[in-house]
């Protein structure tokens, strides 16, 4: 039997340029994906501060639940 013994393959995630919301307040690092706010001007909802519009590298996000 042949074993990887400390070699693991690891699979390379596609990341996307995703537009998000981003907390102005200096202290805070919440961030949110503009496809999940309810809000058009959405509040920070760790620190209740303004967010403004960014976009970020990030992976996409899959909504298959299943076997």
């Known amino acids: 039997m042949a074993f990887m013994r400390g070699k ?4 390379e995630i596609p990341m996307f340029e995703m537009s998000v919301w981003s907390c102005t307040n200096d202290i805070c690092k919440g961030w949110m ?3 999940y706010s309810f ?3 959405p509040a920070c909802p760790l ?3 303004g967010m403004i519009h960014e976009t970020r590298m990030l992976p996409q996000l899959s909504h298959y639940i299943g076997s």
């Open 8 to 11: 693991q393959q690891v699979e």
């Open 33 to 35: 994906r503009q496809e």
């Open 39 to 41: 809000s058009a001007d």
């Open 47 to 49: 620190c209740q501060s």
